[in-house]
């Protein structure tokens, strides 16, 4: 079956543009979900065979009008990628309801809202669905709560929707990712935090936008066919070292 056509949500940056370039590489058209409008069009205006959307995913009714306008524009859905996200990072005592319902709205309730609006759409063309989560939603870690938890619900998540929809021949799954070299990233970790990463990783580096997007690209085709109700990560080895401390790897 040819995979002609996909839809990435928050794809106006970071790996939901790389995964957009991807797909459009294996020459699919492309339907580029962001809320961030001005960027989303910046980005969009630069390649060709996509359709720009402007959407807050934490928001039922415009996940609504997206998913009208995206099947009206491919007619059919063959990947959707659920990738937007928002990050809010401090002590778990200072983590206000109000901060924790703005995360859990875009990271978990977006997944939701956004596979619900497209799911007839995608057992239609037994299409595949990629969540991302994230290294954080395997291992906890300082600072993160609110976000750490909605991830580790996108896992679980995943697992309900591909035991539930593979009989319509939809395929789930998703990627943690762990550090990635991103702009943002790089532009609040300190040389301190750079070098822990490097220490806790085997690899020893962080990864790229790219490559986190050759992952999510594969479960989407034919080629993981076989694939479903998985979690990868993406992390240079992070997730396997545990709680290990990079010294007693020597």
């Known amino acids: 079956m040819t995979r002609s056509t996909a839809i990435v949500t928050g794809a106006a ?52 009008a997206m998913a009208e306008a995206a099947l009206t524009d491919l007619g059919e859905v063959h990947a959707l990628v659920n990738n937007a996200g928002v990050a809010d990072f401090g002590p778990i005592d200072d983590c206000s309801f109000d901060t924790w319902r703005r995360v859990m709205a875009t990271n978990l309730d977006g997944v939701f809202l956004c596979s619900q609006a497209l799911a007839p759409a995608l057992k239609a063309a037994k299409g595949a669905v990629v969540n991302i989560a994230s290294i954080s939603g395997l291992r906890a870690s300082t600072l993160r709560v609110a976000y750490g938890t909605s991830k580790a619900a996108v896992i679980h998540l995943t697992q309900q929707q591909a035991a539930e929809w593979g009989e319509h021949g939809v395929r789930v799954n998703c990627v943690c990712p762990g550090p990635v070299r991103t702009k943002l990233a790089m532009a609040v970790h300190t040389q301190d935090i750079i070098d822990a990463y490097h220490d806790a990783i085997p690899l020893n580096r962080y990864g790229s936008e790219r490559e986190i997007a050759e992952v999510i690209a594969f479960l989407c085709s034919d080629r993981a066919s076989y694939v479903t109700g998985q979690h990868i990560a993406a992390d240079g080895g992070f997730e396997s070292t545990g709680v290990g401390l990079p010294a007693l790897r020597k």
Request: with cysteine.
């Open 13 to 64: 940056r970071g790996i939901g543009l790389a995964t957009t370039d991807l797909f459009l590489a294996e020459g699919r058209r492309v339907v580029m979900v962001d809320r961030d409008a001005d960027e989303l069009a910046a980005v969009a205006e630069a390649r060709t065979n996509v359709l720009p959307v402007t959407c807050d995913v934490s928001d039922p009714a415009a996940v609504a």
